[in-house]
């Protein structure tokens, strides 16, 4: 079996590698803009099943032997989806529904092949410390914030703003490690270069 990553994220890359399953990196396009009313859960669970299938597409369909994980992380704040900050005055605005106040990280895993079809979802709560216009003001002159969902990086300079995380710290990083091994061990691949698990 082969295994194709269906994203260019250096984090999700360095992840799925921890798993001990060979794998190779596809860059693929998807629209990302939220459907109209669409629901958070729903949202992230969508791009990432399309993204495995963008990813699916550019290969051999005479593969059957082929499977590509999808996955995307979206930040949610009083129900509202936060995505990638246009400028720093909407950065501002995102981290006002942050500061002092428990959030939502919602991350979505596919594999997908030619005929069958996995998914998980993984909310995990992050809870933010008060943060002043200083903070804030040096975060946004780092150059971190302007790709993030959500306008800032777990893993990164943001983690002092970080008090307390409820659920997977991987899956806000961008690939929850649990289920993502789950999906793998269903579909038959070992783990650590060999081990094949079963999970309760």
């Not at 969508?46 to 369909?61: E, Q, T, V």
């Not at 996995?118 to 002159?141: G, H, K, M």
């Amino acid at each position: 079996m082969k295994l194709y990553l269906s994203s260019q994220s250096p984090r999700r890359r360095a992840l799925l590698a921890e798993l001990g399953v060979p794998f190779e990196a596809l860059a693929t396009e998807v629209d990302e803009t939220p459907l109209l009313a669409e629901d958070a859960g729903d949202y992230v669970s969508r791009l990432a099943l399309a993204k495995a299938r963008a990813g699916l597409a550019l290969l051999s369909p005479a593969d059957a032997d082929v499977w590509v994980l999808g996955s995307d992380t979206t930040v949610v704040a009083e129900g509202a989806i936060l995505e990638k900050p246009l400028d720093y005055d909407d950065f501002r605005r995102m981290m006002r529904l942050l500061s002092g106040r428990t959030h939502q990280v919602m991350t979505a895993v596919s594999l997908v092949s030619t005929d069958l079809c996995l998914n998980q979802l993984v909310v995990t709560d992050v809870t933010f410390a008060d943060l002043s216009e200083a903070q804030l003001e040096a975060y946004w002159r780092s150059g971190e914030p302007q790709d993030k969902a959500g306008g800032y990086a777990i893993q990164g300079l943001a983690s002092i703003f970080v008090s307390k995380v409820e659920g997977s710290y991987s899956a806000v990083v961008g690939l929850p490690m649990r289920e993502t091994a789950l999906l793998l061990s269903q579909a038959g691949f070992p783990l650590w270069n060999g081990t094949l698990f079963e999970f309760n």
